[in-house]
T-cell receptor, first 112, second 110 residues
């Protein structure tokens, strides 16, 4: 089976812009979770989608949003980018909850 | 709120040594505990998953144990190799989310 894929792998944006990141889960996995990783805060949970519904949400501002499509692919969007949004964004897929999570390679976002 | 702590934050050992990484958590009502490896700038690679009903799991040179009552898990790495150098994270799975420790950065010197 192919692993979790994330596109793009690297992004450079400027403050105030918006960005959309994509995640394709392992075939058959219906749950996709998103995480933000920074040196100072470590791994922080953003949100989880299951069968196109947001099932859980972390403590992030409304500028962070996401969605899931019928094929389980997921996108997350960050609007009005801030310098502090620079991070590695990771998505993970699993068969359900609670289950083993498998991570993608991440998208490195740099906000200038 | 579940808090996950990993000690030590960094560890440097000579090649061939056996070592133990520690993970502690504050709420014993967990569904599972997962150990990951992360190489610099990369995603997380799942190493071992322990369900709440299990006491340990083994994969090759790796052995992970879980003691829910004391809120502790250990990852034992036997005969360490330079290729084991990475950051190791433990993640505690509740029903609604997964909480990560800050990780232990391991360096294995040839």
């Amino acid at each position: 089976k192919a692993g979790v894929t994330q596109t793009p792998r690297y992004l450079i944006k400027t403050r105030g812009q918006q960005v959309t990141l994509s995640c394709s889960p392992i075939s058959g996995h219906r749950s996709v979770s998103w995480y933000q990783q920074t040196p100072g805060q470590g791994l922080q949970f953003l949100f989880e989608y299951f069968s196109e519904t947001q099932r859980n949400k972390g403590n992030f501002p409304g500028r962070f949003s996401g969605r899931q499509f019928s094929n389980s692919r997921s996108e997350m969007n960050v609007s009005t980018l801030e310098l502090g949004d620079s991070a590695l964004y990771l998505c993970a897929s699993s068969e359900g909850r609670p289950a083993e999570q498998f991570f993608g390679p991440g998208t490195r976002l740099t906000v200038l | 709120k579940q808090e996950v702590t990993q000690i030590p934050a960094a560890l440097s050992v000579p090649e061939g040594e056996n070592l133990v990484l520690n993970c502690s958590f504050t709420d014993s009502a967990i569904y599972n505990l997962q150990w990951f490896r992360q190489d610099p700038g990369k995603g997380l690679t799942s190493l071992l998953l322990i369900q709440s009903s299990q006491r340990e799991q083994t994969s090759g040179r790796l052995n992970a144990s879980l003691d829910k009552s004391s809120g502790r898990s250990t990852l034992y790495i036997a005969a360490s190799q330079p290729g084991d150098s990475a950051t190791y994270l433990c993640a505690v799975g509740g029903y609604n989310d997964m909480r990560f420790g800050a990780g232990t950065r391991l360096t294995v010197k040839p």
